[in-house]
């Protein structure tokens, strides 16, 4: 059964940086989109990065120029450089694989 493990959260204060990891296991990581989505405490889940499986990226307009997804696929993981941290990023991030399977997410809180 494949599962998506996330690492790298935390306490950091604003204009911090952080670096989140998703390690997926199985095979054939590098088939498939990945994702970085963030749920703060009573708003709904969001999208915040992807990277398709030829490298091209996207991110919310909230975290352009602050935050860099990137991937490993020797390492079967996702990255999320997150710099420049605000309050309003506070919340549970998960990476996602194609769009259909989740991680259990991991707390990041921005706050002095």
């Known amino acids: 059964q494949v599962q998506l493990v996330e690492s790298g959260g935390g306490l950091v204060q604003p204009g911090g940086s952080l670096r989140l990891s998703c390690t997926a296991s199985?095979?054939?990581?590098?088939?498939?989109?990945m994702y970085w989505y963030r749920q703060a405490p009573g708003k709904e889940r969001e999208f915040v990065a992807g990277i398709g499986n030829s490298g091209n990226t996207n991110y919310a307009d909230s975290v352009k120029g602050r935050f860099t997804i990137s991937k490993d696929n020797t390492k079967n993981t996702l990255y999320l450089q997150m710099n420049s941290l605000k309050p309003e990023d506070t919340a549970v991030y998960y990476c996602?694989?194609?769009?259909?399977?989740w991680g259990q997410g991991t707390q990041v809180t921005v706050s002095s």
């Open positions: 996602n694989r194609g769009g259909v399977l």
């Open positions: 199985g095979n054939g990581f590098g088939i498939y989109s």
